[in-house]
């Protein structure tokens, strides 16, 4: 990546960083009144950023040949199985307890929010067990195959 | 019934939203990407962790690019706090931050994706295993959530 597409991508963090701060969505006590039904408000958050989103998704590709600093434009892909769903709800369960989702545990250090600090900690060692036991689980697959 | 559901109004959360998506979008626009936020929870090992799960090229190639991305949100929510907000410390319990945050790093990578990889990345994709995933983890988050608050909870 050149370093106007670095720049361009520590833009697009930053407009990330704002809206989430402004939004309040980096305050967990506003999550959770949200996920115990008090305030509807996050449902606005999302709807807004993934319309925005979806836009630029659906006409980027058609209208540009080419992104600015890149080559092609990405697709997002997901697919309908037992990890994505399982892996979901295991991560709804997260979100739950703590109010706290990956956008708002980094950014929240921005603001200040030092306590924050523990549920990123929480979540490098969240992904690092989920890598460790997907590694494993694929080694002893091999091994038995 | 508009006061009922949304008692602190809905213009910031509408605003934030749309910021949000235009920080996705321009990342789309400058460099192709896909910009959710999980990933890099998982591709910053990569720079210290020799086995063969981390080293993958979907890891390597972006372990760089997330973590700008992720400097750039902590730089924009610095500048918002500058301009509009004041530091805020949330009064959530240690317990909950930490036990809330390993829970959710483990689902997020396991599922593929957040709130904002399934949630705006996905659903602005018009993925229906993103779909799928958000309801799935709003309603596992609104039950635990409900729980946590009658074992006392913040």
């Known amino acids: 990546m050149s370093k106007l597409g670095l720049l361009s991508i520590l833009a697009a963090g930053i407009l990330f960083g704002f809206g989430l701060s402004y939004a309040t969505m980096i305050q967990p006590e506003v999550v959770l009144s949200f996920l115990r039904l008090e305030d509807f408000g996050l449902a606005w958050v999302m709807g807004g950023g993934a319309l925005v989103t979806l836009i630029a998704y659906q006409y980027m590709p058609r209208l540009l040949r080419r992104p600015l600093f890149a080559p092609t434009f990405d697709r997002h892909s997901a697919t309908l199985d037992r990890k994505t769903l399982g892996g979901a709800a295991i991560f709804g369960i997260g979100w739950g307890i703590s109010g706290v989702c990956p956008g708002p545990a980094i950014a929240g250090l921005g603001a200040g929010n030092w306590p924050m600090l523990i549920s990123l900690l929480g979540m490098f060692l969240g992904a690092l067990a989920q890598g460790l036991w997907i590694g494993r689980k694929k080694t002893l697959a091999t091994a038995s195959a | ?154």
């Open chain 2, 1 to 154: 019934m508009i006061e009922t559901l949304f008692p602190l109004g809905i213009a910031h959360y509408l605003l934030g939203g749309l910021c949000i998506g235009a920080g996705v979008s321009w990342l789309y626009y400058s460099t192709g990407l896909i910009g959710g936020m999980s990933s890099v929870f998982t591709s910053t090992w990569s720079f210290v962790i020799d086995l063969p799960f981390f080293q993958q090229s979907r890891f390597v190639n972006s372990r760089n690019w997330r973590l700008v991305y992720a400097a750039g949100l902590i730089l924009g929510a610095l500048i918002w706090m500058l301009s509009f907000g004041e530091p805020f410390r949330t009064s959530v319990s240690w317990w909950q931050l930490g036990l809330g945050g390993f829970v959710a790093g483990f689902g997020a990578r396991q599922s593929g994706g957040c709130t904002s990889g399934h949630g705006i990345c996905g659903l602005g994709s018009l993925q229906l295993p993103s779909l799928a995933a958000v309801l799935t983890f709003l309603t596992t988050a609104i039950v635990t959530a409900t729980l946590v608050q009658l074992i006392g909870g913040v």
